[in-house]
């Protein structure tokens, strides 16, 4: 079918190229025929409106028309395709474009089978003087017809597998086929669209940097002997727990050996301390290791207040301690904390005869 613009379409174009806006309202068929086609303001012998879609690409228009037989209760001969527009609401309808073909198409009744066909139409404008108009080719068919075509599997156009582009794909099925790839040479994540030699070396890469671990079972313990396993990620916070816990622990224990080797250090350091106020008939010895004290001696004489022993070194708290019976004496040793020796004699004997021996240990001050 041949495409023309007719005589009032190309005034009505003219005007849409100087900015005013074209609306396509309707498509009609016809059975008529005209030797002047250009100067046709309807189609001759209307038949049927068709559904139509207009796509602006620019200046250019492309129109697509919709023929079905669905309602049709004759048949008729198509001859004649009309395509209407306006710039505007309020002014009628005009006919634009008008394609013909003498000999015609015949357009059958439903009952006769379904039919379906697409008329598409190209308006290509350069200028108010260069409006074209072209067409796709086609013809009418029988939907029965047409679902028995496309539903051949005997290849009827003898369509060729370099023409499709399956000269270059392995005559199997996708889980049958063999690829071929090399190990990539960076550790890469796989992406979408990449061939399957990429994908397989990439792959390959991944599993080759993992070694045996790739292969491996997880286990989620510290038990386990069996070959062929690596452990659970969740172990290393159970085991940094136990290193924690065992630090601790640590610095408790080298804390006390601390204190201790200070207090062995105290302890070792030894000294004579001074005992002063002593009468001739006593005699007394201070030793002191550290803060520890030890008195040792024995009294004779008399040690009331009035003749108390003075030590150099006093103790941390008061002291009472029985003196050692020596010749039938008894009798009691007090130490305060000003570091004052008093002794009570008790018993037999007396400052003459017998004496009492004194050891006597504290913590100084």
Request: charged fraction near 20%.
């Amino acid at each position: 079918m041949d495409y023309i613009l007719t005589n009032e379409g190309a005034a009505l174009m003219t005007k849409a190229v100087y900015g005013k806006d074209l609306i396509f309202t309707k498509a009609e068929t016809g059975d008529g025929y005209t030797a002047s086609p250009a100067a046709l303001k309807h189609v001759i012998g209307k038949q049927q409106e068709l559904t139509m879609n207009v796509i602006h690409e620019g200046s250019d228009l492309k129109i697509t028309c919709f023929l079905t037989n669905h309602q049709l209760e004759e048949g008729y001969m198509l001859k004649q395709l009309g395509i209407y527009a306006k710039l505007s609401e309020e002014e009628e309808d005009t006919l634009v474009i008008v394609g013909q073909q003498y000999s015609g198409e015949q357009v059958h009744p439903f009952i006769d089978g379904e039919a379906e066909y697409e008329f598409t139409i190209l308006m290509k404008a350069s200028g108010t003087s260069s409006i074209t108009v072209e067409s796709g080719a086609g013809s009418l068919a029988l939907k029965k017809d047409l679902n028995a075509h496309t539903n051949r599997q005997d290849n009827p156009h003898n369509v060729t597998a370099k023409q499709l582009g399956l000269d270059k794909v392995p005559n199997v099925r996708t889980s049958e086929q063999i690829p071929e790839f090399e190990e990539a040479e960076v550790k890469e994540n796989i992406e979408s669209g990449e061939t399957l030699a990429i994908l397989f070396g990439k792959i390959k890469r991944w599993l080759s940097s993992l070694k045996s671990g790739a292969f491996s079972r997880s286990v989620n313990n510290c038990t386990t002997t069996e070959e062929g396993t690596v452990l659970d990620g969740r172990q290393g916070k159970a085991l940094q727990d136990e290193i924690e816990g065992l630090k601790e622990a640590d610095s408790e224990i080298n804390s006390k050996i601390t204190t201790i080797n200070s207090k062995l250090t105290a302890v070792s350091t030894f000294s004579y301390g001074a005992v002063t106020n002593v009468n001739g008939d006593n005699w007394l010895t201070l030793v002191k290791y550290g803060r520890l004290c030890i008195l040792t001696g024995h009294v004779k004489g008399n040690m009331s207040n009035t003749h108390k022993a003075t030590l150099q070194y006093r103790p941390l708290y008061h002291i009472e301690a029985p003196g050692a019976s020596d010749g039938g004496l008894e009798g009691l040793f007090t130490l305060d904390t000003s570091g004052y020796l008093y002794a009570k004699k008790t018993g037999g004997g007396d400052a003459g005869g017998g004496a009492l021996r004194v050891c006597i240990s504290y913590i100084t001050q």
